[in-house]
């Protein structure tokens, strides 16, 4: 099983050259020019367009059960989605109910993902806590390659991780090289403000930002890097979306924290006048936490990329469809909460970053895949176009045009949120495990084709975090 792709420029996260790649069962064999490859291999002609690492999406729900309803695209139709956008791998929730053991959901989750055709991995949500919840979070590291924890701090009455869950959890990530992850926003303040906002008679999707304004963000955010910070833990925030987030951030760095900041396609190009639309359906179609954010974050955002506070880019990817949405009708706060993407956001980020000359397409790369390979210890299996690397690629003509839409993206649900957005830079052809998985609008792999890959332990990074908690501890005090 040989593939080799001719006549491309190599672009990875640090380097851009004319080479030709070749894989072989799954992983990449070589790279250069004129290599000597068997008569029977495949060959991909790139014909002169990029050839870069797939993207990965750290940040998607697909088949998820929430808000009384399930998330339509399931690992099937939503990786799939993401292989005709250039995308080979996700990095999706397992996330337990209350009191449900975390290694049962873990379990239930692989089975619901089977059916992948892109590989993915999952991180786990910490939504309740007692002596077993830590006990399952060693045996996820230890034996099922999880290295990384989710907290919500939103979504009160449900799911979400209060303070004290907070700092059992960081702590224990800390002990067993894992990297707590946050949605941050004060899940009380949301509540009560949902409360007043509809006491007031506001019950459509403009209640939704107004109930979740970029204070509320901002609050939580400075909140979960000030605990990291006393624990001495890093921390990953996941879907940043506020300015006063990307300065909590920044301000927490320039300090010395190790904490990492991830954005979303979605959050990087809309603002908050989708919610003011007089079609109900189109305007709870963006209903998603964090919201759409007023004009001005967004750039803000642009230029956490590019400074180098925020990482990664990620989409959330949870499609509920017009039916599901209805189910808010007379309620904001029954909306089921989220927006899809993992089809569109290379383009979107090409379209709106590269052309417009705020990233180079090294910087593309780093936000699309290799830091989310790197933070989440997967660096150089994926991410890297490098010899032993997993030959996961996309072909991409930067001079390709499409118009992005629901009538013909392959997302199961009926709305696309960057709905007539024309972009110049699109995939060609995705390489999944050495194999061709999508070509010019058809999808060639197959359910079951997607594996499930671990994630280990930070084993020497923690081991630097660990000694300098040694050396910050306060020394005893010595008297008379
Ligand atoms: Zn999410």
């Known amino acids: 099983m040989s593939l080799l792709i001719r006549g491309g420029t190599v672009v990875t996260h640090e380097q851009s050259f004319r080479a030709d790649v070749y894989c072989v069962d799954g992983k990449i064999a070589?790279?250069?020019?004129?290599?000597?490859?068997?008569?029977?291999?495949?060959?991909?002609?790139?014909?002169?367009?990029?050839?870069?690492?797939?993207?990965?999406?750290?940040?998607?729900?697909?088949?998820?059960?929430?808000?009384?309803?399930?998330?339509?695209?399931?690992?099937?139709?939503?990786?799939?989605?993401g292989l005709a956008g250039g995308t080979t791998s996700i990095i999706d929730f397992v996330i337990p109910a209350p009191q449900q053991s975390l290694l049962e959901a873990y379990h239930q989750w692989r089975g619901w993902a089977e059916k992948s055709v892109a590989d993915y991995s999952f991180h786990v949500a910490i939504t309740w806590w007692d002596d077993s919840v830590r006990e399952e979070m060693g045996e996820l590291v230890s034996k099922y390659g999880v290295n990384s924890f989710k907290h919500f701090m939103a979504y009160k009455n449900a799911i979400m991780a209060t303070d004290d869950?907070?700092?059992?959890?960081?702590?224990?990530?800390?002990?067993?090289?894992?990297?707590?992850?946050?949605?941050?926003?004060?899940?009380?303040?949301?509540?009560?403000?949902?409360?007043?906002?509809?006491?007031k008679g506001i019950t459509g999707p403009e209640g939704h930002p107004q109930s979740r304004p970029p204070v509320v963000e901002g609050e939580a955010s400075n909140r979960a890097i000030s605990i990291a910070n006393t624990l001495g833990a890093p921390i990953y925030l996941v879907?940043?979306?506020?300015?006063?987030?990307?300065?909590?951030?920044?301000?927490?760095?320039?300090?010395?924290?190790?904490?990492?900041?991830e954005c979303l396609a979605g959050h990087l190009v809309l603002d908050d006048s989708v919610y003011q639309d007089s079609d109900w359906g189109r305007a709870a179609a963006h209903v998603m936490s964090p919201p759409f954010r007023p004009k001005g974050h967004q750039d803000a955002l642009?230029?956490?990329?590019?400074?180098?506070?925020?990482?990664?880019?990620?989409?959330?990817?949870?499609?509920?469809?017009?039916?599901?949405?209805?189910?808010?009708?007379?309620?904001f706060t029954k909306i089921p909460n989220g927006t899809a993407g993992v089809e569109e956001r290379l383009s979107v980020l090409w379209q709106k970053g590269v052309n417009s000359g705020k990233?180079?397409?090294?910087?593309?790369?780093?936000?699309?895949?290799?830091?989310?390979?790197?933070?989440?210890?997967?660096?150089?299996?994926?991410?890297?176009?490098?010899?032993?690397?997993?030959?996961?690629?996309?072909?991409?003509?930067?001079?390709?045009?499409?118009?992005?839409?629901?009538?013909?993206?392959?997302?199961?649900?009926?709305?696309?949120?960057?709905?007539?957005?024309?972009?110049?830079?699109?995939?060609?052809?995705?390489?999944?495990?050495?194999?061709?998985?999508?070509?010019?609008?058809?999808?060639?792999?197959?359910?079951?084709?997607?594996?499930?890959?671990?994630?280990?332990?930070?084993?020497?990074?923690?081991?630097?975090?660990?000694?300098?908690?040694?050396?910050?501890?306060?020394?005893?005090?010595?008297?008379?």
Not at 177 to 183: L, S
Not at 305 to 328: R, V
Not at 379 to 391: C, E, H, L
């Open 239 to 261: 879907h940043v979306s506020a300015e006063e987030s990307v300065d909590a951030i920044r301000y927490a760095q320039n300090n010395g924290q190790h904490v990492f900041g």
């Open 302 to 331: 642009w230029k956490g990329l590019q400074a180098g506070t925020l990482h990664t880019t990620a989409t959330d990817h949870c499609a509920f469809c017009s039916e599901q949405k209805a189910a808010g009708k007379d309620d």
């Open 165 to 199: 869950i907070l700092v059992e959890s960081f702590s224990r990530c800390l002990e067993l090289g894992a990297i707590p992850t946050v949605h941050a926003e004060n899940g009380e303040l949301v509540y009560h403000l949902q409360q007043q906002i509809l006491a």
């Open 30 to 81: 070589a790279i250069g020019e004129n290599l000597d490859v068997p008569a029977d291999a495949e060959v991909v002609d790139a014909g002169g367009q990029l050839l870069m690492p797939g993207g990965i999406d750290p940040h998607t729900h697909m088949q998820l059960p929430f808000m009384g309803t399930v998330a339509k695209d399931d690992f099937e139709s939503g990786t799939a989605a």
């Open 359 to 480: 990233l180079t397409p090294n910087e593309f790369v780093a936000i699309t895949s290799t830091n989310t390979a790197k933070i989440f210890n997967v660096f150089p299996q994926k991410g890297a176009i490098a010899v032993g690397s997993d030959a996961d690629l996309v072909v991409w003509d930067p001079a390709g045009t499409k118009t992005l839409s629901a009538d013909t993206h392959m997302s199961n649900i009926d709305f696309n949120i960057f709905e007539g957005m024309q972009v110049t830079g699109i995939p060609t052809t995705t390489v999944a495990n050495g194999k061709v998985a999508w070509q010019e609008g058809e999808l060639k792999a197959k359910a079951g084709d997607g594996q499930y890959f671990n994630r280990p332990a930070y084993a020497s990074y923690y081991d630097a975090l660990k000694k300098r908690n040694e050396l910050a501890a306060p020394a005893a005090v010595k008297r008379g």
